[in-house]
């Protein structure tokens, strides 16, 4: 049985959220969710940080995690519970979704974030899509985010969760750009879910100073960024990796 506590950023037993505690970083129980408390956790992660692992098994394990990932967001959604029977004629407690799959929005951060639309619609089957193409510009020091196109579905602001998915957060350029949007359109900041695979002390800080209503759902937070701002230890460039661009 997990208790809720194993789920917090706070209490986690890692290294990285034990930083975060001694650094005093203003950051709330509810914020972040990691998939800690799921065993295989671990085991996936790894064979997606191994520099070896080749296109069609990284394609392969990050699909698995993003099914964690997703069932993880969907756990988190306001159920209806109601007393049903099961076969030996029990009583059980029943869960239901409160709304259906066309009151949710996802939200892909072309290129990476395309990677995790699959799961999301197998699982959430009528969800509506929005697409935002940002890249970071990798020429520039800080590699700011650069806008290049954003197609939301015309009520986005009346939907009763949006979910951002992008793989990676680094100094949260990216994700930040496409909350803005999304402000921008309408969208109430409490209302947001960013899926996320592999994130970063930085880019949750920044995320979280910025938009404090914002939730973050993540597989795993790693420490620090490099000086070419990429996630150590990280997976490298999780675009080229799974879609075998290099
Ligand atoms: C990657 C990733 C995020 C962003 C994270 O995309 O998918 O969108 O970098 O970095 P940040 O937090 O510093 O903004 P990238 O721009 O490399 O494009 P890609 O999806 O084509 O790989
Ligand atoms: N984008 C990636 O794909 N990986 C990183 O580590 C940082 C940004």
């Known amino acids: 049985m997990v208790e809720q506590s ?10 990285s959220n034990t930083q975060l505690q001694q650094e005093n970083v203003q950051l709330p129980a509810n914020f972040v969710t990691t998939l800690n ?18 296109t069609y098994n990284f394609r392969f394990f990050s699909d698995r995690i993003m099914r964690l990932l997703v069932e993880e967001a969907i756990s988190q959604e306001p159920m209806i519970i109601e007393k049903r029977q099961s076969p030996t004629g029990s009583e ?3 869960y239901r979704l409160k709304f259906s799959p066309e009151e949710y929005c996802a939200v892909t951060i072309i290129r990476a974030g395309d990677s995790m639309i699959n799961e999301v619609i ?4 009528g969800i509506t ?10 020429a520039s020091e800080d590699k700011k985010p650069i806008l290049f ?21 680094a100094t949260g350029g990216s994700v930040n750009l496409c909350i803005q949007k999304l402000k921008d359109n309408g969208v109430d900041e409490s209302n947001i879910t960013f899926i996320n695979l592999v994130s970063c002390e930085d880019g949750l800080r920044k995320i979280h100073s910025l938009y404090p209503q914002v939730r973050v759902i993540t597989a795993a937070i790693d420490p620090i960024l490099n000086e070419h701002k990429y996630i150590v230890p990280g997976l490298g460039d999780f675009g080229d990796r799974y879609f075998g661009s290099r």
């Open 6 to 15: 194993d789920k917090i950023l706070v209490n986690q037993d890692t290294e």
């Open 37 to 54: 408390h799921i065993a295989s956790t671990k085991y996936l992660l790894s064979q997606l940080r191994d520099k070896n692992t080749n």
């Open 92 to 94: 059980y407690d029943h």
């Open 122 to 125: 197998s699982l959430l089957q």
């Open 129 to 138: 899509i929005g697409k935002i193409l940002i890249q970071r510009d990798e």
């Open 149 to 169: 196109y954003c197609k939301f579905p015309d009520n986005i602001q009346d939907k009763k969760r949006i979910f951002i998915l992008d793989p990676m957060l």
